[in-house]
């Protein structure tokens, strides 16, 4: 943890007016450094975590930074670098592994009979060389080869023009979604209702499945498989009075835990079941060596956004699936 602050009285001494809205947004944040340390004024980038009368504290690559607020001279709010959203989508991927995947001039295609978007769209990460109308008529070859509509996965602000191209072609807009990340370095708080332990298991058992359905439906054969199809997985499950009522899956990819899955029965939602599921899957993520989590929220759905941010996430990009227009 990096501590810094201001030697002496600022001449200025009123503190650059930070809103508390900014919390749990990545921000730049620029401060006057200790007297003598060259150059005066530095930078860190990052979540802003944590707002007091007197203190700051931003989450960044160097880890957790308390600043002086009376030593800010300016901040503002800024998105993640077109990089490290394509970056983290595409580990996102590697945590839910569809049963195809080819790649066609930098883009990602996936298959896997239909269930999910995740697991049956295309994953832009690259700008391609060939032209647009070229490689969406391959991919889409592709796509109908498997009786599967064209979608594409548009991570934003990283495919903006992207996003812009497919809508000029009429593509439909569908299922926007919000990605949170959050350290690792501190388990979840679960709140005082978490009473009970979760189980971990390295497969799915029967009661897990039954406590969990995709959109409301059962699941197909197909679909245990893709959730099984990872060398690093955990199945999280708490039990009340011999019946599983909350259920979660955890994948580990290049120091990441990727939490998908996760259900709680209706009656015993805003109990705790939630909280014990991220906490369990959490302290196995940290004992294998993960730093940071990441999961995908419904755009629309404001309570488990809510939660969410009260664990400590916040939201690091948006996406949402262009659907390509019928033909016929």
């Not at 990089?83 to 049963?99: F, S, V």
């Not at 000029?168 to 990340?181: A, I």
């Not at 979840?188 to 499945?209: F, I, K, T, Y």
């Amino acid at each position: 943890m990096l501590v810094v602050g201001y030697g002496v009285t600022p001449l200025h001494s009123m503190p650059v007016m930070l809103s508390a809205k900014l919390v749990g947004r990545r921000i730049v944040l620029r401060y006057r450094r200790s007297d003598g340390i060259l150059p005066p004024l530095s930078d860190v980038v990052g979540e802003l975590v944590s707002l007091t009368p007197a203190t700051a504290i931003v989450v960044g690559r160097r880890g957790r930074t308390i600043v002086d607020r009376a030593a800010i001279v300016a901040v503002r709010e800024v998105a993640p670098h077109r990089r490290e959203i394509l970056e983290l989508e595409r580990i996102a991927r590697r945590g839910w592994r569809a049963a195809e995947m080819v790649e066609l001039d930098g883009w990602q295609l996936h298959a896997d009979r239909g269930w999910t978007g995740r697991a049956n769209s295309v994953l832009p990460l690259t700008t391609p060389r060939r032209p647009l109308p070229e490689l969406l008529a391959e991919a889409g070859r592709f796509y109908a080869e498997r009786g599967l509509p064209l979608q594409i996965q548009v991570p934003l602000p990283a495919r903006g023009l992207l996003d812009a191209e497919l809508a000029g072609r009429c593509w439909t807009l569908e299922r926007p979604t919000v990605l949170l990340t959050a350290p690792l370095d501190d388990a979840p708080d679960p709140g005082p209702a978490a009473a009970e332990q979760a189980v971990l298991e390295p497969r799915p058992s029967q009661s897990w499945l039954a406590g969990y359905h995709y959109r409301g439906g059962p699941l197909p054969e197909h679909a245990v498989r893709l959730l099984t199809r990872h060398d690093q997985v955990r199945f999280a499950s708490v039990s009340r009075d011999g019946t599983v009522v909350g259920v979660a899956r955890g994948a580990l990819d290049e120091g990441w835990l990727g939490v998908t899955a996760v259900e709680v029965a209706p009656r015993h939602r805003r109990s705790g079941v939630a909280g014990a599921l991220m906490r369990a899957l959490s302290d196995w993520a940290r004992s294998q060596g993960a730093s940071n989590c990441y999961l995908q929220v419904d755009e629309d759905n404001a309570d488990a956004l809510a939660f969410y941010q009260r664990l400590g996430f916040i939201a690091h990009h948006r996406y949402h699936y262009r659907i390509a227009p019928a033909t016929g």
